[in-house]
């Protein structure tokens, strides 16, 4: 392990703002609340929450945002410096900044001489007036102000005398950091240590020599070369203090650097600090919380906060992590607030089985016989189409079924559906009928749904809640089919996935079948008693 650093490093996050820019990704103001309350929580130290002159929704939320009483985090307004041939009096963008009326302040302009002349049509001196008149008009009105130098890589590696005259001129006007853009997402790693170090050392002299507070240096890296967070890591190195980034990585084009693995690594591999003490732990949470408000699908393999991120699924793994789990994890799961999972599978051996098996029965160990019949269950299975991996839920009502800790619900009698194009009525195009025996009880309904397995879905909850009236609570948030076999063409047999919540727990269930339908019932099935199951466990702290 690295030697300890003692150096702090300032977190900006940019969800709200560059994030915002990513394809499918719009923010509600409430959504924009949320969001600040959950990296609030977390402990960012800045968060940039969008562009007051771009949009009346960002000038409503920082109305909203004056109100907010945040315990770690700052909020920063976002915008332009000054058009040419103005002042920023008379800017309207530059006066819709302080209208936000934010402490910190972050103005971008251009770093990279082909962008002034051919882009911007300005002289090189108008740009260098553009630059320092805004930032000494905003740190007059009592802001502090943070320069994003667009384009920065290349206006340095292309003119670096003009690109250092550009910085100058933010400094020389009284801005507390100069953030280096790599605005296209194309520089490499070693340039940018390069770049980075230059420009810490040029500064760290400048301002001893002018007799000023130091300003801080920052990287905001896109990552359309896939080394957003490597350039991130990189500018540390050389003596960035600030990072910019958004909390899952996502933004323009590729996306922007992934604060959340970037925090990690400096926190639990480098011994910087970036969140306050303990905070790194839940950083999952975090992660999962801004997902879901962002309505966008966590990657499962994402590092640190992924599902997968310590996920066993080899045989040969798993009974090594099970005797130490530094044989193959870089970090403790919780040291990020996650999980490990063990994952079922042909290659899975009896060391995982066990682990899964003491859910339900502490007394069976490795060598009891039940466990070769449930890994020869499994493996038959899986030949066939199953995927526990992924589908813990089911995986633990076969274990039940085999162990003996296993009581059906329900019994089905028949189920029926159709489908009717185009609809006549209304939007609900599919109709399902049901006949179910509960207690010697029988319970006929139908449900209609805009797809027939939503419609089966509301017939079967509608059959089940007048004997377990909590299935209410049942929500399907996700259906997934995959056809097992493509030369078979429409006769394949097809895998269903069901991931299911009932507000506080999710989990998911398979089935698999030729028909399509019949595979979705069996996975309907089992998200059902599923859930039957935990309630009757936590009710009486047993099944019965």
Request: glycine residues 6%; contains cysteine.
């Amino acid at each position: 392990m690295p030697q300890k650093k003692t150096k702090s490093i300032t977190i900006l996050d940019s969800t709200l703002r560059d994030g915002a820019q990513g394809e499918g990704i719009s923010f509600s103001v409430q959504d924009k609340i949320h969001i600040v309350e959950a990296l609030d929580d977390l402990g960012i130290s800045l968060i940039e929450a969008g562009n007051p002159g771009s949009n009346p929704k960002d000038l409503e939320f920082f109305q909203y945002a004056q109100k907010m009483a945040l315990k770690n985090a700052a909020i920063a307004a976002f915008g332009a410096t000054r058009r040419k041939g103005i002042t920023p009096q008379e800017d309207m963008q530059v006066q819709s900044l302080l209208s936000a009326n934010t402490q910190n302040v972050v103005i971008f302009g251009k770093a990279w001489d082909f962008q002034v002349t051919e882009i911007l049509k300005a002289t090189l001196d108008e740009n260098l007036a553009m630059i320092g008149e805004t930032a000494a008009f905003l740190v007059s009105e009592g802001r502090k102000v943070h320069f994003d130098s667009e384009h920065f890589f290349d206006a340095w590696f292309a003119n670096k005398e003009y690109t250092l005259k550009t910085l100058e001129a933010a400094v020389k006007n009284g801005v507390s950091s100069l953030v280096l853009c790599d605005t296209k997402g194309g520089t490499m790693p070693l340039m940018v240590l390069q770049a980075v170090k230059e420009v810490t050392e040029y500064f760290d002299k400048w301002c001893e020599k002018n007799h000023r507070e130091p300003v801080q240096i920052g990287i905001h890296t896109h990552n359309d070369s896939g080394l957003a967070v490597a350039n991130s890591l990189m500018a540390v190195e050389a003596g960035a203090t600030q990072i910019q980034g958004t909390l899952l990585g996502f933004g323009e084009r590729t996306g922007n650097a992934n604060l959340s693995t970037i925090m990690a690594d400096l926190e639990l591999k480098l011994g910087y600090k970036c969140l306050p003490e303990g905070k790194i732990r839940q950083l999952t949470s975090a992660v999962r919380r801004v997902a879901e408000i962002s309505n966008v699908n966590l990657e499962n393999g994402m590092p640190y906060v992924g599902t997968n991120a310590f996920a066993h699924k080899a045989g040969m793994h798993i009974d090594a992590v099970t005797k130490n789990p530094a044989a193959y994890e870089h970090v403790e799961p919780e040291s990020v607030g996650n999980d490990r999972v063990f994952l079922l599978s042909e290659v899975a051996g009896r060391s995982m089985i066990i682990e899964k098996i003491r859910k339900f029965d502490s007394s069976i160990n490795k060598n009891s016989p039940i466990v070769a019949d449930i890994v020869k269950q499994v493996k038959q299975m899986e030949h066939e189409g199953y995927q526990f991996e992924g589908a813990d839920g089911s995986f633990e009502l076969l274990v039940r079924k085999m162990i003996g800790k296993y009581q059906p619900f329900f019994k089905l009698h028949y189920y029926k559906t159709i489908g009717e194009k185009p609809c006549v009525e209304s939007t609900l195009c599919s109709f399902a009928q049901l006949k179910i025996e509960v207690e010697n009880q029988i319970e006929i309904t139908a449900g209609e749904g805009d797809g027939p397995v939503h419609a089966l879905d509301i017939a079967l909850r509608k059959a089940l809640e007048r004997f377990y009236p909590n299935v209410r609570d049942i929500r399907l948030t996700d259906y997934k089919v995959r056809v097992l076999d493509s030369k078979s063409a429409t006769a394949a047999k097809v895998r269903v996935l069901i991931e299911s919540s009932d507000g506080v727990d999710s989990w998911i269930t398979v089935g698999v079948s030729a028909d399509i339908m019949e595979a979705s019932w069996f996975a309907l099935v089992d998200s059902f008693e599923y859930k039957l199951i935990k309630d009757v466990e936590k009710r009486f702290k047993k099944y019965l």
